[in-house]
């Protein structure tokens, strides 16, 4: 295989490889390795160029397309809801971070904020099950990002399914950050489908610490899917929202709970 090619082939290759992403939505490392006539190297490291442009985004193995459709659009309404509350649970949720962690990260509007914040905490090695997070902190320097497999969620801009779950499973990271749709003291935290509560029930057993990030507008809400008990988190950050008898009901289940 000749790979010493000038630059305008590279960009062709990279034009061609976005093209095919833009036609099915995702593409295998080996796939294009045998498509192009270049060794996988050379196509991971193409793949992580165009993840550093945030073309793209890295998943172990492959790449997915940017989910430009009514998924993102709804992803972006949820993060101008209570967006104050939001950037100030992710600050905080930042200060625990330090040099050289292990960091898994959920997918979710206040997880997606803190992966904003993490370039000055570097270097990191971060997984991540969600699509927007990984082509965010691709572009930062010094944080390894490795992307968990398995099926795309459009209601979650995640990947979900057996994959993801056996991925995340082989890992034991220094801490968990995990989102939730809503969170009850008698029945735990809930989700919106099983497949993604599966998900993060395999987050929680793969962290040295759990620590949950959710607005108070979460509290005491239903949804489909029930995914842990909340005590199985070691710390639930939260903004002033939530009251003290609320909080005191949380912290007789072993939580630490902080208010923002």
């Known amino acids: 295989m000749n790979e010493s090619l000038p630059g305008g082939i590279l960009e062709e290759r990279h034009s061609r490889i976005l ?7 995702s ?17 991971r490291t193409d793949l992580e160029r165009l993840a550093r442009q945030g073309l793209l985004a890295r998943f172990r193995g492959g790449a997915v397309a940017h989910i430009q459709t009514r998924s993102s659009s709804a992803f972006a309404d949820r993060l101008r809801e209570g967006y104050a509350e939001k950037e100030r649970i992710a600050a905080r949720a ?5 040099p050289g962690d292990t960091l898994l990260l959920d997918a979710g509007t206040t997880v997606m904020e803190l992966a904003k914040r993490l370039e000055g905490c ?36 995640s990947t979900v ?13 220094d801490r968990v950050f995990l989102g939730t749709h809503s969170f009850d003291p008698e029945l735990g935290m809930m989700d919106i489908s099983v497949e993604v509560a599966r998900v993060k029930r395999a987050m929680i057993e793969a962290g ?3 620590v949950l990030l959710a607005d ?9 899917a029930k995914v842990a008990p909340l005590g199985s988190v070691h710390m639930l950050i939260t903004d002033a929202g939530l009251g003290d008898a609320e909080a005191s009901v949380i912290e007789a289940l072993g939580v630490e709970v902080v208010r923002v």
């Open 94 to 98: 930042a200060e625990m971070v330090n």
């Open 208 to 210: 040295r610490q759990v």
């Open 19 to 25: 093209e095919l992403l833009g036609e099915v939505g």
């Open 216 to 224: 108070s507008s979460k509290y005491a809400k239903r949804a489909l």
């Open 27 to 43: 593409v295998r490392v080996g796939d294009l390795s045998r498509r192009f006539r270049v060794s996988e190297v050379t196509i």
């Open 161 to 173: 399914g057996y994959i993801a779950e056996r991925d995340i499973a082989d890992l034991v990271v």
């Open 122 to 157: 570097s270097p990191l090695t971060v997984v991540t099950n969600a699509l927007n997070t990984a082509a965010t902190l691709s572009a930062m320097p010094d944080i390894h990002v490795i992307m968990a497999g398995g099926s795309v969620s459009p209601e979650t801009v």
